[in-house]
């Protein structure tokens, strides 16, 4: 069983940054086959998708994190990660990492919460 294990998130003031990272374990060798891709849930609305990284490094983002969030990926140590700048109050959300391999699996981190406030 592939468990997520996210981290990174807290209170930032707006324009600042921050950088989560989700670790994967229990893939036995198999996460670079894995879409990775971080997914938001703001409040009251429905869990989008934040930016993705495919196993052969093809990014796709949402296009309101563009140019602003980058994601990227760590095959040996089985991490992805998130780097977040220019935050604004539309990005407070919880955040959630996912593993994706099509037909297959598809894993859930449990989530942090990332808050944009001053």
């Known amino acids: 069983q592939v468990q997520l294990v996210e981290s990174g998130g807290g209170l930032v003031q707006p324009g600042g940054s921050l950088r989560l990272s989700c670790a994967a374990s229990g893939t036995r060798g198999t996460f670079s086959l894995y879409t990775m891709g971080w997914y938001r849930r703001a409040p009251g609305k429905q869990r989008e998708l934040v930016a993705t990284?495919?196993?052969?490094?093809?990014?796709n983002y949402a296009d309101s994190v563009k140019g602003r969030f980058t994601i990227s990926r760590d095959n040996a140590k089985a991490t992805v990660s998130l780097q977040m700048n220019s935050l604004n109050a539309e990005d407070t959300a919880v955040y959630y990492c996912?593993?994706?391999?099509?037909?297959?699996?598809?894993?859930w981190g449990q989530g942090t919460q990332v808050t944009v406030s001053s």
């Open positions: 990284i495919t196993r052969g490094g093809t990014t």
């Open positions: 996912n593993a994706f391999l099509p037909g297959t699996a598809n894993y």
